[in-house]
């Protein structure tokens, strides 16, 4: 039964070991913006690709796509930042909150400015997200300036047409 007991414990033990940690965070420099919400981080020695968590950004050739990617690129590019890991993505890119030098969150920055959306669709329980997405949009700035915003999500499932997506969240 000790015997048992023991290999239980090293089974679990070697289990928690193994299993992703979602919870990692790394600090690196910003060494590339590909567009509002990816960025390059060194991370080991290398480049590392994350995908900013909870948010989506304008495409490259959608409205305020180049602004978005402007913007990420005053806060972020060339600065020490923190990266906190929630997972990957499909394409093997790290999914993670960027943490700037003043303490504040990157993400949260790219909606509060309106140069983002929240991603309620992977993160559906982050209110703080859906706070700041409302009071952008109830201020009218950034993409809510524009009369009939397109979802990037709407935007990439229509092939690019002219398709319109109202954004949820709270009304002020």
Same mark, same amino acid.
């Given at each position: 039964?000790?015997?048992?007991? !023991?290999? !239980?414990?090293?089974? @679990?033990? +070697? ?15 910003? #060494? ?21 968590? &909870? @948010? ?13 990617? *402007? ?9 020490? #930042?923190? #990266?906190?890991? /929630? %997972? /990957?993505? $499909?394409? &093997?890119?790290?999914?993670?909150? +960027? @943490?700037?030098? =003043?303490?504040?969150?990157? =993400? /949260?920055?790219?909606?509060?400015? %309106?140069?983002? *959306? ?13 706070? !700041?997405? %409302? #009071?952008? $949009? ?5 993409? *809510?300036?524009?009369?009939?915003? +397109?979802?990037? *999500?709407?935007?990439? /499932?229509? %092939?690019?047409? =002219? ?10």
């Amino acid at each position: 039964m000790k015997h048992f007991n !023991l290999s !239980l414990a090293i089974v @679990i033990i +070697v289990t928690i070991l193994a299993l992703p940690s979602y919870a990692a965070e790394f600090t690196g420099q910003v #060494v590339g913006v590909v567009d509002g919400d990816t960025i390059d981080v060194l991370h080991n020695g290398k480049a590392e690709r994350v995908r900013l968590y &909870g @948010i989506d950004c304008p495409e490259k050739k959608q409205a305020y796509g180049k602004k978005a990617k *402007w913007f990420t690129s005053d806060l972020a590019f060339r600065k020490t #930042v923190i #990266v906190i890991v /929630r %997972g /990957r993505d $499909r394409y &093997g890119r790290t999914i993670g909150e +960027v @943490i700037l030098p =003043n303490g504040k969150s990157l =993400n /949260r920055e790219l909606v509060r400015a %309106g140069y983002a *959306w929240w991603y309620f669709k992977y993160a559906p329980r982050n209110f703080a997200l859906k706070i !700041l997405q %409302g #009071v952008s $949009r109830d201020s009218q700035i950034g993409l *809510w300036a524009d009369t009939e915003p +397109v979802a990037p *999500w709407e935007y990439r /499932r229509s %092939g690019k047409k =002219n398709s319109r997506f109202k954004a949820p969240g709270p009304k002020s």
